[in-house]
């Protein structure tokens, strides 16, 4: 407030002087103690630090402008700030994301670091209150190249951790900081697998309830884009057949067989999976041949069910027509070939006989 005051003193003089008041130009000057950010990913985890950066001007720091044995704020004026984006650890306490202050109780041989929530500044001793500690970690200070002014720096950075180092003088103390980027990607991952499993359902219940299968079509195309699942892609080929589109029907359902053969998860529905495919591969003039699973690692013509003649194929196929309810040709319905191929498919441990077709899964399950 010196320069404001001095500046109103002379206008006054000026005055009573007779003189004209004179405008005067206010000089910056630097602070004694200049502030200081540094701001650091880890992970993704953002760790910012605030902090004055003192000078030593030939004095005795370490024992001297910090005393042994007593509490520093890790700074000048107030105890140097660190926040966090998200949650750490800092020794063996886990430390919510949130704004902090950094204080420390230093020795010759060993340190104490402190991480205390107060809501208010700490500019001093009198400020501090331990019941609001999270953290204490014993620390030890290792020699390193002079400093003029204190500093602070991150080093040893990974994806899971690092170390905030405050150096000045001729000390460094190093305070490690662990983040939690592989729990936080796998809660992605994770997140993203309820997503899909959201989107089907949606799907699943266009189809069976409110029979609108463009609608379901868009949600289960928003499920695999999201995950390659083989029961998304067996309900988008009941989709297609509800709609009469046999032949993207058959397509998807052998991509669907296929998958699920690949991931082990196909159980006994082989044989029901194979009978829709040659019912919907019939009605979409698709060739017998291309109905016929392959496994991972197998080539075509490999697997007994390649090498059965077209007749064969054909018996099948009519056999399963054979338990189709006469066909409607009313729009908007699920075409008999549809529910005759499926009404019996569930999966392992699924619910008892008489569930609507493709709904036989029940809630889908992680695998």
């Not at 926040?83 to 020794?91: A, E, L, M, Q």
């Amino acid at each position: 407030m010196r320069a404001p005051l001095l500046s109103l003193s002379l206008t006054l003089a000026a005055a009573s002087s007779g003189f004209a008041p004179v405008a005067f130009a206010q000089v910056e000057l630097p602070r004694v103690v200049p502030a200081a950010k540094v701001t650091q990913q880890v992970g993704l985890t953002e760790i910012g630090v605030e902090y004055d950066c003192p000078a030593a001007k030939g004095r005795k720091v370490w024992g001297g402008v910090v005393p042994f044995g007593q509490l520093w704020l890790m700074g000048s004026t107030a105890a140097t700030k660190i926040k966090f984006s998200k949650d750490v650890t800092i020794g063996d306490r886990s430390v919510p994301a949130g704004s902090y202050w950094l204080l420390a109780i230093p020795t010759k041989d060993s340190w104490t670091v402190v991480v205390n929530k107060s809501a208010d500044p700490i500019n001093s001793a009198a400020d501090y209150k331990p019941e609001l500690d999270v953290a204490h970690l014993k620390v030890s200070p290792k020699a390193a190249t002079r400093r003029e002014r204190l500093m602070y720096a991150f080093s040893e950075i990974t994806d899971d951790r690092t170390s905030l180092d405050l150096e000045w003088d001729a000390l460094r103390v190093s305070v490690p900081i662990q983040v939690n980027t592989t729990q936080q990607v796998q809660a992605a991952i994770n997140g993203l697998d309820s997503t899909w499993r959201s989107y089907a359902n949606a799907a699943r219940y266009m189809l069976e309830t409110k029979k609108d299968y463009d609608a379901g079509l868009k949600y289960i195309d928003q499920a695999l884009a999201l995950k390659d699942d083989w029961y998304c892609m067996w309900v988008k080929a009941a989709l297609h057949a509800a709609k009469g589109d046999f032949g993207s029907a058959h397509d998807w359902a052998e991509k669907s067989r296929t998958l699920a053969l690949q991931v082990g998860t196909v159980g006994g529905l082989e044989p029901q999976l194979n009978r829709s495919i040659a019912e919907w591969g019939r009605k979409s003039g698709r060739p017998i041949g291309s109905t016929s699973p392959t496994k991972l690692g197998e080539r075509p013509g490999d697997k007994l069910s390649d090498k059965l003649s077209e007749r064969v194929a054909e018996k099948l196929a009519d056999e399963s027509t054979a338990k189709t309810p006469p066909a409607t040709a009313a729009a908007g319905k699920s075409p008999p070939a549809f529910r005759s191929a499926s009404d019996t498919l569930t999966a392992p441990g699924g619910p008892p006989d008489g569930d609507p077709p493709v709904m036989r899964r029940g809630r889908l399950r992680h695998r």
